[in-house]
């Protein structure tokens, strides 16, 4: 078996609120390995997002140790946690935070711009992520032409533009009826085999989540595997 791309021991995130400490993340365990796609679930509040983040160095920890890549990253600063991110991360969140002054395409383009690619080969990127998703015809169209499908649809090949090992995916298709959200998660799962990612996947979702090849639950700070 290859070695885990994203490795989580022991982590803990703590919040103070006044008086009142809460243990969030109590001691996380995970590996997530390329090709693999997790399901974390949990109530809302249960620390889902707070793990996401934590895990895809946009938190810092207050405890334990993440390795992405074979990298400790922990104790790294924040310059380097920046290059990480850009270069092994693709985040997509529920809400599609695309940028409304560009369209389809040029929301591709720019991230793979930042990376260091020429215009023509972000661009042939773009477009073929589009292909990939359906909707290479609707790649002119600024977000506010487009569907909310479409715009999550966009959000997500954009997260993959720059070709990452690891996708982070907080709750990618809960502002979508079941019809479209059926359809952008299917496209969404396609694309993490194809590109040979690991991909960790919050959902409120039950039949989203049994699609997946392995399910944790997030209870009371504790990560539990649970059978499909």
């Not at 809302?44 to 895990?55: D, E, F, N, V, W």
């Not at 589009?130 to 909310?148: D, M, T």
């Not at 997500?156 to 720059?162: F, K, P, S």
């Not at 959200?181 to 409120?204: C, G, P, Y």
Request: charged share 25%; hydrophobic share 40%.
């Amino acid at each position: 078996m290859s070695n885990p791309v994203l490795s989580i021991n022991g982590l803990k995130r703590t919040f103070h609120q006044g008086l009142e400490t809460l243990h969030v993340l109590k001691s996380i365990d995970l590996d997530l390995f390329p090709g693999e796609i997790i399901a974390l679930v949990g109530p809302s509040g249960s620390g889902k997002s707070t793990l996401l983040q934590t895990a895809g160095l946009l938190e810092k920890s207050d405890g334990g140790e993440i390795t992405i890549d074979g990298k400790k990253c922990s104790h790294l600063n924040d310059m380097v946690r920046t290059q990480i991110r850009r270069e092994v991360i693709g985040f997509v969140y529920q809400f599609h935070h695309l940028l409304p002054e560009f369209n389809a395409e040029e929301n591709i383009i720019l991230p793979q711009l930042i990376a260091g690619k020429t215009y023509k080969d972000a661009q042939v990127r773009a477009r073929d992520l589009l292909k990939e998703v359906g909707i290479l015809e609707r790649a002119s169209h600024r977000p506010a032409r487009l569907s909310g499908g479409e715009q999550q649809r966009v959000a997500i090949v954009r997260a993959l533009a720059n070709r990452p090992k690891i996708l982070l995916a907080d709750e990618p298709t809960g502002n979508l009826d079941e019809l479209t959200s059926d359809s952008v998660f299917e496209k969404l799962i396609q694309l993490v085999r194809k590109e040979n990612l690991a991909a960790l996947i919050a959902t409120h979702n039950k039949d989203l989540a049994a699609r997946m090849d392995r399910i944790f639950i997030l209870h009371e700070g504790h990560l539990i595997e649970t059978k499909k």
